[in-house]
């Protein structure tokens, strides 16, 4: 019977998914096989994605590999780049990875390598291997702060000497930090920076604070045994009303001379950090790390769940800011 007219036939099925190699299987892919035979002992696992081959290799033992791979017509350092993977949902590896991209010009094709290392343990140095490799890894170390042994010169190769953290850590905040980064030549010397504490205000208030912040909102106390401990406030700097305490137009709840009910009442239907920010004293003293928009961001996305670091403020912030997070979660 023919087919009548404005009627549908059902969708074919769609093809099922093309199942991807082993780790095996990738490992003899002719584009590599030579090469992996010569350092079986080094190469743990096998990847493959959108046709290129990922292969994952004993931390301490990739200057070999490199060596292999450069040997066998890779003798071009494409990229070497750090990823942090403390946040990726199900990762229970260590924190950090280090990817190296390698290209034949003999065979015009690219193979990746990639290591794994947590945050005390440096990665054996492959600048013997691709020169190029010297600022490549320096530029992990300083964004990262994944160490290389036996390079060089590792040293920070973007950010200054003692800044505070390192700006591509999955920790590291979004809206960056308070570094004081007006530049003061009576208090630095020639070629250094703001170190941990700055508050980026006036001269007098540079580095009040004098112990040493070695991440961005942490320290190392007596005793460390690897867990992160947050830093207390620093109560010097509460006293301090900053040229930044002020009304704007997106903010004009900023005003300290405004009584928390009025800052409150400025910052309804708006969202969830400007509430926390008008909850805020209000005076940018930095006492609790960051300033009062900062200190409010932090908390909004979860930096920070400590809701007593307003020293200012007080129990009256602390219970605005315990209300607020209480609501936001309800909603």
């Not at 060596?67 to 071009?76: E, I, L, M």
């Not at 010297?134 to 920070?156: K, T, Y």
């Not at 403020?313 to 997070?325: I, P, R």
Request: proline share 6%; charged share 25%.
């Amino acid at each position: 019977m023919a087919e009548q007219e404005g009627t549908h036939r059902p969708a074919a099925p769609a093809a099922a998914a093309p199942k991807g190699r082993t780790a095996e299987e990738i490992r003899q892919d002719p584009l590599v096989s030579a090469t992996v035979e010569k350092v079986a002992y080094a190469i743990l696992d096998a990847k493959e994605f959108a046709g290129e081959i990922t292969l994952i290799a004993d931390r301490d033992e990739i200057v070999e590999v490199a060596r292999a791979f450069k040997n066998d017509s890779f003798n071009y350092l494409v990229d070497l780049a750090g990823v942090d993977y403390s946040t990726y949902p199900g990762y229970k590896g260590d924190r950090f990875g280090v990817s190296y991209v390698l290209y034949s010009f003999d065979r015009n094709v690219r193979v990746r390598l990639r290591v794994y290392t947590d945050a005390k343990t440096p990665i054996p140095s492959v600048s013997s291997v691709w020169k190029t490799a010297n600022w490549q890894e320096r530029e992990v170390f300083d964004m990262f702060g994944v160490g290389f042994s036996n390079h060089p010169n590792l040293e920070r190769i973007l950010m200054w000497d003692g800044f505070n953290g390192h700006p591509l850590r999955k920790d590291f905040p979004l809206r960056g930090i308070d570094t004081g980064a007006a530049i003061y030549p009576e208090i630095f010397p020639d070629g250094g920076g703001p170190k941990a504490g700055s508050t980026g205000k006036t001269p007098q208030n540079v580095n009040i604070f004098k112990g040493e912040w070695t991440q961005y909102g942490y320290g190392i106390p007596a005793g460390y045994d690897g867990r992160k401990t947050q830093m207390e406030p620093a109560p010097e700097l509460a006293g301090a009303v900053a040229d930044t305490a002020r009304p704007t137009a997106e903010a004009p709840w900023h005003d300290p001379h405004l009584a928390l009910d009025q800052r409150l009442e400025l910052a309804k239907g708006v969202d969830l950090k400007a509430k926390l920010f008008a909850a805020m004293a209000q005076t940018d003293c930095t006492a609790c790390g960051w300033d009062c928009e900062g200190y409010a961001a932090a908390l909004a996305a979860g930096e920070t769940k400590d809701i007593t670091l307003c020293i200012p403020g007080e129990s009256e912030t602390e219970t605005a800011l315990k209300k607020l997070l209480a609501e936001a979660k309800t909603m």
